[in-house]
């Protein structure tokens, strides 16, 4: 006689690219509903008010692609290494445009986005699974969710292209294709249950890292406020 499967096993079964969306589903959607990201989403914010965004992702993502050098050859992290989605050099053009020719010189990191950097260069140079937390966490927002804030771009402030590169992925072909393709690695990485609940907790802080750039973000908002 055969013996019910328990709910043990069950979650277990699950693949872990559903699990590890759906243990990060609560703090995902306070990142969206987050007072600056609700003021920004709902247009209620100058083109600075979201530079001021875009300047805080180019810390984040120079964290997150030097990782991405270090992770290259790695055997467990390496597969999720894809320059195609590299957004550096596009966060430069943008910030050229969206803050002028010396840029470089004028852009600072937040208290927050500090604090991001540094978790990033704690977990992820070294550890296989806590590179692919944060690759996960940010990388396939922007391909999803990402895309609504280029339409806004768009549409407010007539950003088309240079201050809106950011959220082009022109280089992966099918976005819903490639995110299939990424949930695919995530499913099939050689993780043991140990390290699958690591890598969760480490995508929840992660998210709270995002949450907590986007409250520091909301402290000056109000200077940004579209007439």
Known sequence: MSVPATTETRVDQTPFSKRLRASTLRVHDRANHSLYMEA??????????????AIQYYFVYQAIEKASDAMAGDPVGGPFVFDELRRMPALARDL???????????????E?????????????????????????TRY?????GGQVIRKL????????E??????????????????????????????????????????????????AVFDELAETMDQYRAA
């Open 40 to 53: 920004l989403l709902g247009g209620a914010l100058t083109l600075p008010g979201y530079t001021k965004l």
């Open 162 to 211: 240079a201050g809106s590169l950011f959220y082009h992925f022109d280089e992966i072909g099918s976005a819903p294709a490639f995110r299939d393709h990424y949930r695919a690695k995530l499913d099939t990485a050689p993780w043991d249950e140990a390290e699958r609940a690591r890598v969760v907790e480490e995508a929840l802080v992660a998210f709270e890292c995002n949450v």
């Open 140 to 144: 396939l927002g922007d391909i999803a």
């Open 153 to 160: 771009l768009e549409r407010n402030y007539d950003v088309a």
């Open 112 to 136: 927050a986005t500090k604090a991001y950097v540094r978790r990033i260069e704690t977990v992820a140079h070294d550890w296989p699974g806590g590179y692919v937390a944060h690759h996960y």
């Open 96 to 110: 050229a445009y969206l803050v002028g020719p010396d840029w470089a010189a004028e852009i600072q990191p937040l």
